[in-house]
């Protein structure tokens, strides 16, 4: 497991500019670097009465599997409560990467990515696609910590890793227990589920920082886009920032919720569930007044696993055959139109 992510990147390096994030702890003015052009909708906190507020379920619910599966197809989102992860463990993980993101840049760029790796500190990956930078600091993590923790802490690396193993730990049984459930939803035979317990699941942790920013409404922290997971589970802190598309409703808050993670439905799963279920459209806004972390964990089949729809309601395939591995490089090449580029000519 440790490997095999990052060296599904390592094919598609990027340029050194789009992995080195600003020294945001410096500026008082939005840099144009950073400036986005302004649409209608940019900050819209579509709450229009109709039920426009992503499901919150709880999974000691006895429909708790019902419900996760109307979300996946409704939304491709939804808050979970019960979840089972310790909230202690939880706030941890966020003292963590406070305590990274507050380290003098130079302390973080020890530990800067490199153009063909996958992990470490730097920008999100998704920014050589779009034409601005994004308010954001991000530290990816695949397999150990340790290696990159090392370098930033040479000495007292050892809390940071403890803590961000058990949080992998506990994240990967959640991601299985969704897993099964949201499989059993699309009536998936058990041999299709051999893959949920291989120790080479493409897996990782993605601390990310939103500093204030001096000019929210000009800013972009997360520009949008699908994750290209199974599924992605995400702790926010109490700070307002992320927002799913829904047709019909536009971009709509996620409003953080006590002791609850949002989980989000990524390519992935769209591809196997013939596009019944949807891969949340998501991006993540800024403030002037308040900094945001949230924690993301990445969760999805081994590399060599052969992605192609289950046709168990309808005989006719959407997408074609790949491996996930494939699919990964298309999508580091073409982002916004990866599921496009492999969508079969009966659509």
């Known amino acids: 497991m440790a490997t095999t992510l990052s060296e599904a990147y390592r094919d598609y390096p990027l340029n050194l500019h789009h992995i080195i994030p600003l020294d945001f702890s410096s500026l008082r003015t939005l840099p144009e670097t950073h400036a986005w052009p ?3 909708d940019a900050h819209h906190h579509h709450h229009d009465g109709s039920g426009s507020c992503i499901p919150i379920i709880d999974l000691m619910d006895p429909n708790a599997m019902e419900l996760i599966g109307l979300a996946c197809e409704n939304w491709g989102a939804f808050q979970l409560k019960n979840h089972g992860i310790p909230l202690s463990l939880v706030e941890e993980v966020e003292e963590e990467a406070k305590r990274l993101f507050a380290l003098p840049a130079d302390r973080k760029l020890k530990a800067l990515r490199s153009a063909a790796g996958a992990t470490g500190y730097g920008r999100a990956r998704i ?5 601005k930078h994004m308010w954001h600091e991000g530290f990816t993590i695949m397999g150990s910590p340790c290696d990159d923790a090392k370098k930033i802490w040479p000495n007292d690396h050892t809390r940071f890793c403890n803590i961000i193993e058990n949080y992998q730990k506990q994240m990967k049984l959640l991601a299985e227990k969704l897993t099964q459930m949201i499989l059993t939803v699309l009536k998936i035979c058990e041999d299709e589920k051999g893959w949920i317990g291989s120790s080479e699941l493409c897996e990782a942790v ?3 920082f939103y500093p204030c920013c001096p000019e929210p409404n000009r800013a972009m922290g997360l520009a949008p886009h699908t994750d290209t997971s199974f599924l992605t589970i995400l702790h926010q802190s109490q700070t307002n920032g992320l927002q799913i598309f829904k047709e019909g409703a536009g971009w709509v808050s996620v ?3 006590p002791n609850t993670l949002v989980v989000h439905t990524g390519d992935i799963l769209h591809i196997l569930s013939n596009s019944r279920f949807r891969c ?9 007044a308040r900094q945001r972390y949230s924690v993301a964990y990445f969760y999805g089949p081994p590399l060599d696993y052969v992605l192609s729809p289950l046709l168990l ?13 494939d699919y990964i490089g298309i999508k580091a090449k073409n982002l916004g139109e990866a599921l496009s580029l492999i969508t079969t000519t009966q659509n």
């Open 38 to 40: 302004q649409s209608e």
């Open 127 to 131: 920014s050589s696609f779009f034409p």
């Open 206 to 208: 993605q601390l990310n």
């Open 255 to 257: 409003d953080p919720q």
């Open 280 to 288: 949340a459209l998501h991006r993540v806004m800024v403030n002037s």
């Open 313 to 325: 309601l309808t005989p006719f395939p959407r997408f074609r055959s790949l491996s996930i591995k």
